[in-house]
């Protein structure tokens, strides 16, 4: 919960073990200020910062400074810092770099006309965060903290909040497990940074994107690491990922590892079609596949609107099928740095087929795409209570 800018905080039933961080006389209460603030010597000059943001394009231009938390089990989670970003110092044997004990988050900040910043549901980003954190059995996060941070370094580097319609920063919490030691067995010690990234659209240039049916790989079996988001699934998305590459697609999909015949989702995010009656379906979760926040909000939001929304399982036979029958006429993919992307066509050994014309964005994807975006930046009404205003 939010209060005049700081965060509530259950300190003496969640924290009690870190007595080093987030001293505070008011129990309960976490400040940002609990994050010592150490800023760079050399910030970008703001003429430089407003070049480099101008034409972002994604991932690639960084702000100034990072977050970062410790954790070791001795002293639970400490010094909390927002601090100039900067290269890691990391012992060779550190754990991460031999059995990857790393997860990671995305979720952007936005910046309204009026220069408001705000969030979107960045709690679900934290809850995922922690339920990554258990399976890969690394330390949790709580989740006020993941908040706090992401707040303190916001406050540091506001500037670099871009405006504009299709620029947001792009915010990368992640961890990893930094125990020297080479045996085999969950860290007893982490660390948590949050980086922020201007960026804007995630996929160049226009039209639908070609989709490449991974029909060689898998991406999660029943069992794995599906649903969390850590660094190994996207490791072995690579290979796949080039070969869509090298068959002219920018995505690759994956299908179900038991009958290799279901739509699981794409390499870095959720699929939904449109059905020529205006319905919409994505494929069910059942823990091999993201819970995508966006995924979650498109759902929402389409029953809001009015539309009928459907989670069932996608036989990539039939949608080929439907597609070339026009009983699917469009298809997008969702995620954070997608948002809503539409799909042109989807591409496999046995041959392609369109969505649509191929080219243009369907009606439904536009209208979703336009509701989301529209609440994202605060120009519609929020009646689900998403956004959530960051005082930068
Ligand atoms: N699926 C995968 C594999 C992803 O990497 C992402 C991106 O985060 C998503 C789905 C979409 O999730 P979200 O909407 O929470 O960004
Ligand atoms: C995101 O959308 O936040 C992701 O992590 C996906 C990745 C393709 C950048």
Redesign the pocket.
């Known amino acids: 919960m939010r209060m005049e800018g700081r965060l509530f905080l259950d300190v003496r039933k969640r924290m009690f073990r870190n007595d080093e961080i987030l001293l505070t006389d008011e129990v309960g209460y976490v400040a940002m200020a609990d994050f010592k603030v150490e800023k760079t010597s050399t910030p970008t000059p703001a003429d430089q910062r407003r070049v480099l943001m101008e034409d972002p394009k994604f991932g690639r231009v960084f702000t100034d400074h990072m977050a970062v938390i410790r954790y070791t089990e001795e002293k639970g989670w400490h010094d909390a810092k927002v601090m100039p970003r900067q290269p890691l110092q990391i012992d060779p044997a550190s754990t991460v770099l031999h059995y990857g004990q790393e997860i990671f988050e995305?979720l952007k900040a936005y910046r309204a006309k009026d220069g408001a910043i705000s969030l979107f549901r960045p709690e679900a980003?934290a809850a995922?965060f922690a339920a990554s954190a258990r399976r890969l059995s690394m330390a949790e996060l709580p989740e006020e903290l993941f908040l706090g941070a992401i707040e303190a370094l916001l406050q540091v580097d506001r500037e670099w909040v871009p405006s504009g319609q299709d620029k947001s920063l792009y915010l990368r919490p992640f961890m990893i497990s930094n125990e020297v030691f080479l045996g085999v067995k969950a860290a007893s010690e982490y660390l948590f940074i949050v980086l922020a990234s201007p960026v804007g659209g995630y996929f160049g240039g226009s039209g639908g994107i070609p989709v490449w049916v991974s029909e060689t790989y898998t991406r999660a079996a029943p069992g794995g690491t599906g649903e969390a988001?850590c660094g190994g699934?996207?490791a072995s998305s690579l290979l796949p990922q080039r070969e869509a590459a090298e068959n002219g697609c920018s995505q690759v999909l994956f299908l179900d590892a038991r009958e290799r015949r279901f739509i699981d989702?794409?390499?870095?995010?959720?699929v939904m079609f449109v059905r020529k009656d205006g319905s919409v379906v994505t494929p069910p979760l059942g823990g091999t596949?993201?819970?995508?926040?966006?995924?979650d909000s498109i759902l929402k939001l389409g029953r809001h609107m009015g539309l009928t929304m459907v989670e069932e399982p996608l036989d990539i036979n039939d949608i080929f099928a439907a597609a070339a029958s026009g009983e699917i006429t469009e298809a997008f993919a969702?995620?954070?740095?997608?948002v809503i992307s539409p799909i042109g066509e989807f591409r496999r050994e046995s041959g392609t087929v369109a969505f649509g014309d191929g080219t243009t964005e369907g009606p439904v994807t536009k209208r979703l795409r336009q509701a989301l975006c529209g609440l994202q930046r605060g120009t519609e009404e929020d009646p689900f209570k998403w956004v959530y205003p960051v005082q930068a």
């Open positions: 995305g980003n995922r988001k699934n996207y989702e794409m390499g870095g995010m959720n596949i993201l819970r995508g926040i966006t995924r969702c995620g954070t740095a997608a």
